[in-house]
């Protein structure tokens, strides 16, 4: 699932360093990507995972790290098992 | 606003009050020439920092008037009745005041700094936007320079209202040399930190009294001037609900003035022949019904602002994206509400309306109104909100 993750940030994160120097935690939003990239990460992760972030999960500390995350997709998932 | 009095508590009667009498003495009698001359109404000013209400928000125990965000909404209101301009820049103010209060009382330095706010009545200015980036808030170009426990800052702003009078500035820069153009702090320069080069003149249509010209800041300061939130943070929870929160009151101001004029103009008709329904009438009572509903539509979310923050358990629904879009929606709608509602007024008046030098003038108020739509353009918000629409679920 990480490399997936890391795949999608890469790609639409609009990031101002290579996702390979990302770390897990690090902050994405320091990294450089806009409230407007990560609008693109979460459909293209939507479209990935074949799910739906509700309302409550689309806020910014949701999305500031690879593994935040690795965490809202584990979480969904275990809803919807 | 009668309804929004009787409900309030004693402190904020008190607050109105005093607003309302700086309003009717001082504000009204300098409007005119703060609009005509495009000068900073130092008047107004001057009576406002008299009534200590510069430092209206901070907390009682710091010295300050301890108010809500209610009342600040309330005297902006107020105070664009009679000058919009005036109105403009406590709201301006304001807004810094209640960034700091919100996330500044964790730091020492910024605490004793809101103690000196309240003792000398300080006035702050807002610097974020840039060259190169022209209105966007949340990206910079400069960079917090930073020497041990010092930095250095130059930054090359498009805008600052009222920069020359301000005391102190608050400034957005990038946090560090090598950070990216969204890795932003928000800092504060004293007087005796920077010195500010004016670029340009401030000669508008409207909001003339506000002196919006351009500048380029260069100072150095201690780095406990630097807030400790990301700037995202401050952005999201408090400067973009709050600005927008003023901001339109200041345009219901606006707007209510405007309908006054109406008002006055379709009563004094009335007047001349009792008995007959002036026809300009049906037109005031389809404005009125729109100011009402324009005035709503700030104090709904004001309420849930407010809800939300006093909620430890909900707080966190103020970052939230669904949020942060009523908060543009506000904006957008109370932007193009002040414009609407001046121009139906102007109709009513007829030429009384479009004249500067009649007493059923409402052409300042169509100038100033204006500016809604252009402070922060309205198509950025809705591009902000159009992203957001494309994954948020409930409408």
């Known amino acids: 699932m990480e490399d997936a993750i890391r795949s999608i940030v890469g790609k639409h994160g609009k ?43 689309l806020r910014r500390s949701v999305f500031e790290s690879i593994s935040a995350i690795q965490a809202a997709l584990n979480e969904l998932r275990s809803m919807a098992a | 606003m009668a309804q929004a009095a009787e409900t309030a508590s004693p402190v904020d009667r008190a607050l109105r009050a005093q607003v309302e009498e700086i ?19 130092e008047e107004a000013m001057a009576a406002l920092k008299q009534a200590r209400l510069l430092s209206a928000y901070v907390p ?34 304001q807004i810094e005041v209640v960034c700091l209060v919100h996330h500044g009382l964790s730091s020492p330095w910024f605490c004793g700094y809101l103690r000196r706010v309240a003792a000398s009545q300080r006035l702050i200015a807002s610097v974020t936007s840039e060259v190169g980036m022209g209105g966007s808030l949340r990206t910079s170009v400069c960079a917090v320079e930073r020497q041990h426990e010092r930095f250095r800052l130059i930054k090359d702003a498009t805008t600052i209202s009222y920069g020359v009078q301000a005391d102190d500035l608050l400034i957005t820069a990038r946090a ?21 080069k004016r670029l340009g003149r401030w000669d508008a249509l409207g909001m003339r009294g506000t002196c919006s010209a351009g500048g380029l800041v260069e100072g150095v300061a201690s780095v406990e001037q630097i807030l400790p939130a990301p700037f995202g943070e401050i952005a999201a929870e408090t400067m973009v609900p709050v600005s927008h ?73 103020i970052s939230a994206m669904a949020f942060a879009v009523r908060v543009n929606n506000l904006k957008v709608s109370a932007s193009r509400a002040v414009s609407r509602i001046v121009e139906a007024a ?50």
């Open chain 2, 176 to 196: 560090a040399m090598d950070a990216a153009p969204g890795d932003q702090v928000l800092l504060l320069l004293q007087r005796d930190d920077f010195q500010l």
């Open chain 2, 23 to 41: 309003a009717r003495t001082v504000v009204a009698r300098h409007s005119d020439a703060v609009d005509g001359e495009a000068r900073f109404p």
């Open chain 2, 60 to 93: 009682v125990a710091m010295g300050g008037g301890g108010c809500s965000l209610g009342d600040l909404i309330g005297a902006c209101e107020v105070l664009a009745e009679h000058c919009a301009s005036t109105a403009m820049i406590f709201a301006m103010h």
């Open chain 2, 346 to 395: 102007l109709q009513i008046c007829g030429i009384h309306g479009y004249k500067n030098d009649s007493p059923f003038s409402v052409a300042r108020q169509l100038r100033d109104g204006l500016s809604a739509s252009l402070m922060v353009a309205n198509d950025r918000i809705y591009a902000a909100n159009a992203s957001a629409l494309l994954v948020q679920k409930e409408i």
């Open chain 1, 15 to 57: 990031l101002s360093v290579p996702i390979e120097e990302i770390r897990p935690d690090d902050d994405l939003y320091r990294a450089g990507m806009t409230s407007h990239a990560s609008v693109n990460v979460m459909l293209a992760l939507e479209a990935h995972f074949d799910l739906e972030f509700p309302d409550r999960m």
């Open chain 2, 245 to 317: 929160l003023l901001w339109s009151a200041v345009w219901c101001g606006i707007a209510s003035s405007a309908v006054g004029r109406a008002a006055a103009w379709v009563r004094a008709e009335a007047r001349k022949k009792p008995g007959t329904m002036p026809p300009a009438a049906l037109r005031l009572a389809e404005v009125h019904a729109e100011l009402q509903a324009m005035r709503a539509s700030v104090s709904a979310l004001a309420s849930e602002y407010q809800t939300l923050r006093s909620d430890p358990a909900r707080s966190g629904e």
